[in-house]
Nanobody, 122 residues
Framework: QVQLVESGGGLVQAGGSLRLSCAAS????????MGWFRQAPGKEREFVAA???????YNTGSVKGRFSISRDNAKNTVYLQMNSLEPEDTAVYYC????????????????WGQGTQVTVSS
């Protein structure tokens, strides 16, 4: 079992930055792909970015050039650096883990955190 706890969310003005962290426990994430998803009110959960155990990175078009995902296996932690935030980025952000390669499909992840709220004001 892998337990995931997100942190770093909050309220920020448009154009600002936040760094989300996802701390894992129970197992090392070294062999896992880690993903970030988000869900805005009334919308479906949306893929944001993923990083495989080999450090291959996948992200969605809407955040390319603004968000970056990284991992520190020694700290068992994954990060999402979010720059140039827009009001449309407002959502609950979730961290997820799966054995194998990263994927954009939420139903292919085995473990999920509880989420952290990100609110971007205009």
């Amino acid at each position: 079992q892998v337990q995931l706890v997100e942190s770093g969310g909050g309220l920020v003005q448009a154009g600002g930055s936040l760094r989300l962290s996802c701390a894992a426990s129970g197992r090392t994430i070294r062999g896992y792909a880690m993903g970030w998803f988000r869900q805005a009110p009334g919308k479906e959960r949306e893929f944001v970015a993923a990083i495989s155990w080999s450090d291959s990175i996948y992200n969605t078009g809407s955040v390319k050039g603004r968000f970056s995902i990284s991992r520190d296996n020694a700290k068992n932690t994954v990060y999402l650096q979010m720059n140039s935030l827009e009001p449309e980025d407002t959502a609950v952000y979730y961290c997820a883990a799966r054995a194998g390669l990263g994927t954009r499909y939420a139903n292919e992840y085995d473990y999920w955190g509880q989420g952290t709220q990100v609110t971007v004001s205009s």
